[in-house]
């Protein structure tokens, strides 16, 4: 027995009414009396407590529909049929949809009234007519019968149509029988398959069974009409379908970001296959914009639902670092989901791990026994791998001809035919043949292969086994950067930045560099950095630039330590971590930069440090004074003179405080003034005294005029005369400021 509604209260169910067409169309149709609680009644009398039933009849007695209503699913349940007819009369009467329909199912099975069908049309329509679902599909099956009314089929599609359209599932499967069987209506298959589709998703049986008839029998056209209005409702499967009849192109025009549009509904709904369908195309953006992150995404989704491809997929990703940060543990983790379960290219993929230490204990072994797995599930790409161990030597020896064999066998994979164009390039299992390397490089580099873009591009610009042509040459270091090759994406990026070859271009230069930088490229990064920090072909971004420099310096690019430094030095970027600008500090340092040595030489030099670290900064003042750094010939005669992290040492204090003087440090020249004035580390010189001193007032320092006017008083007017014309001279160079 079907139930139409469930509430907090009262509920009978009534008896089947059974009808069948001469066609035999039409099912059973099962009716369950409904009822509402109007909020004024208490809810204990869905209990049948009697002072709550007194309640219900006193508000019924006033005339309140929904307790008349009430009243009467008591009667119901109690099978008073008689009294529980009244009540619903008395509520039907104020159109109160659900006694109305009630009244129509008591009349329709004789429920404590003379079984009456015409009776139970009326009831049924005039619900019907405000709205009730349920008595819009019973009215559709009494008209399809000729029960109570004339036969009318057209008639019973108008009905079934608007219970269906509210989501009555029975009536679903009825208008889809209707639209099957040209019923009341024009013959519609397509229309059959959507509403048998809504109907069977909603867990109807026998709409499910007639669907799985009906689909052989549709054209393609009629499936993908059907396909498509059960989309624009929702139903995930049909989603994915349309979108799958779009990215084809066969029975409708494709359309690409169409497809796109269905995969994405049925993904964002749990479909697996929708989702590794989406994250393909975000990965080749095709459709759509190309987005490797949320790829990886939609790629993860179908993952952990189970889907071996896309399992196999996201260990890639992880494996190369395309959408997500590398990590081969992770890559390994996936993989194997995906090798345990069957699929040959993750038992490849894996191996590949394996073969190379990645994520995994190193083990040729255990690599050629996945690669052979994955040749035994038809995945001719474990022929490429059984061949580089066999012509490498990895886990045997080196068999260049089984390696040749190996390669052979793999068909039209272009990493094979690269591979045997090497054999031939370099006489390894068969004879050197350039000729013969050119066809194979050729053959793989124009099937996509990167690497043989890249060598067959070098080939042309180098005449070698080709004819020379620079043309061809560019054409196929572009192919070979488009189809992911580092080298090729970086090559191409310094030449636009240089001007090599084309006019100079940073824009381009910084597009190339930038995917280049993508693959851990240290130069590429470190060039990207200089064009951030210079904005050439991108708008100039310090922090952008110290990023990338940071990048190319843990990957040893020596350059970019000296050039993150100089950003912290000129105050581009901000110190918020000390621990590693000192890290940076000390690199650049080792690297023999002056500005490094003193940045660190100044973070070790703070007060309340131990000795050792005064010490060091110390060393690193000198390294940086020896390469003439102002600052750091004043710092080290400071601490010489004071004898703090080093020998004392007056006269060598002098020496550095007179070269930080030279260049204008106003306080190497306060301090040059004073060790003439009072003779310490230096002979007593008034003169050169006077001279220090009075440049250093000149360029503010306070504590000068007061030492120099001693220091005057001290000098014949000759030898003032003398000092005045050097002050002057100086500071034609260094301005008073």
Request: net charge neutral; with cysteine; aromatic share 8%.
């Amino acid at each position: 027995m079907r139930r139409r509604r469930q509430s907090a209260g009262f509920e009978i169910t009534m008896r089947q009414m059974t009808h069948t067409t001469a066609a035999g169309l039409f099912h059973t149709f099962l009716s369950v009396i409904v009822f509402a609680w109007a909020s004024l009644i208490p809810a204990g009398a869905a209990t049948g407590d009697y002072d709550d039933l007194v309640m219900l009849r006193r508000a019924a007695d006033t005339g309140a529909a929904t307790a008349q209503f009430n009243l009467g699913m008591h009667y119901a349940r109690e099978k008073q049929f008689p009294e529980a007819l009244q009540w619903f009369t008395k509520a039907a009467a104020q159109k109160h949809a659900a006694a109305q329909f009630n009244l129509g199912v008591l009349y329709a099975t004789g429920a404590g009234v003379d079984q009456d069908e015409a009776e139970a049309v009326k009831w049924f329509r005039s619900a019907a007519d405000l709205g009730e679902a349920d008595a819009q599909r019973n009215l559709g099956v009494l008209y399809a019968n000729g029960q109570g009314v004339t036969a009318d089929p057209q008639e019973a599609v108008k009905w079934f149509r608007k219970a269906a359209e509210q989501g009555n599932v029975e009536a679903q499967a009825d208008l889809a029988q209707s639209c099957q069987n040209g019923l009341g209506m024009a013959q519609d298959l397509a229309e059959a398959y959507f509403w048998f589709t809504l109907a069977a998703s909603q867990g109807h049986k026998q709409a499910a069974a007639r669907l799985e008839d009906l689909v052989p029998r549709l054209t393609p056209a009629q499936l993908a009409d059907g396909q498509r209005r059960t989309a624009q409702k929702g139903i995930k499967e049909d989603q994915y379908n349309l979108a799958e009849t779009l990215a084809v192109g066969k029975v409708a025009p494709q359309n690409l970001a169409e497809a796109a549009k269905w995969y994405r509904l049925a993904a964002e709904q749990g479909h697996p296959e929708a989702q590794l369908k989406l994250a393909q195309v975000l990965l080749a953006g095709q459709g759509v914009a190309k987005n490797e992150r949320e790829a990886a995404q939609w790629y993860a989704k179908a993952a952990q639902q189970g889907h071996l491809k896309a399992q196999a997929m996201l260990g890639y990703l992880y494996s190369v670092g395309r959408g997500v940060s590398k990590d081969y543990a992770e890559a390994a983790k996936w993989l194997r989901l995906a090798a345990d379960n069957g699929l040959g290219t993750a038992q490849v993929n894996l191996g590949a791990l394996y073969e190379n230490g990645l994520g995994l204990p190193q083990d040729y072994n255990t690599a050629r026994s996945y690669y052979l797995k994955g040749i035994e599930r038809g995945a001719l790409e474990g022929y490429v791998r059984l061949g580089i161990l066999q012509a490498e030597g990895r886990g045997g020896p080196t068999n260049y001809a089984e390696a040749l064999k190996s390669f052979r066998k793999a068909g039209d994979i272009p990493a094979a035919a690269f591979r045997i164009g090497l054999l031939h390039e370099r006489g390894q299992g068969v004879a050197p043949n350039d000729l013969e390397a050119v066809k194979w490089i050729t053959k793989a580099a124009t099937a996509g292969h990167a690497e043989a873009q890249f060598q067959l591009a070098e080939r042309f610009e180098k005449g070698r086994g080709v004819v020379k042509d620079p043309a061809q040459s560019t054409h196929w270091y572009q192919e070979s950067a488009r189809n992911g090759c580092g080298p090729a994406q970086l090559l191409l990026g310094l030449r636009a930045g240089q001007g090599q070859g084309q006019p100079q271009d940073f824009a381009e230069a910084a597009r190339w560099l930038t995917l280049a930088a993508a693959q851990d490229d240290a130069v590429a990064r470190f060039n990207l950095g200089v064009l951030y920090e210079e904005g050439k072909g991108v708008a100039q971004n310090f922090a952008a630039a110290a990023r990338e420099y940071r990048l190319a310096a843990e990957n040893g690019q020596v350059q970019a330590v000296v050039r993150l430094v100089h950003l912290y030095a000129d105050g581009r970027i901000a110190i918020s971590n000390g621990a590693e600008a000192l890290r940076w500090f000390r690199l650049g340092s080792q690297q023999g930069d002056a500005t490094s040595q003193l940045l660190l030489a100044k973070s070790l030099d703070q007060p309340q440090v131990s000795a050792e670290a005064r010490a060091e900064a110390a060393q690193w003042y000198r390294k940086a004074a020896q390469q003439g750094v102002p600052s750091a010939e004043y710092r080290l005669a400071k601490m010489l003179e004071k004898g703090d992290g080093v020998a004392k040492n007056p006269a060598e204090a002098v020496t550095w405080y007179l070269k930080a003087a030279a260049q204008g440090v106003c306080e190497a020249e306060a301090a040059a003034g004073g060790c003439y004035a009072l003779g310490e580390g230096v002979a007593k010189d008034y003169g050169l005294a006077y001279k220090w001193l009075a440049v250093a007032e000149a360029h503010g320092d306070k504590d000068a005029p007061v030492l120099k006017r001693m220091v005057a008083d001290k000098l014949t007017p000759e030898e003032l005369t003398t000092a005045q014309a050097q002050v002057a001279k100086h500071l034609e160079k260094f301005p008073k400021r």
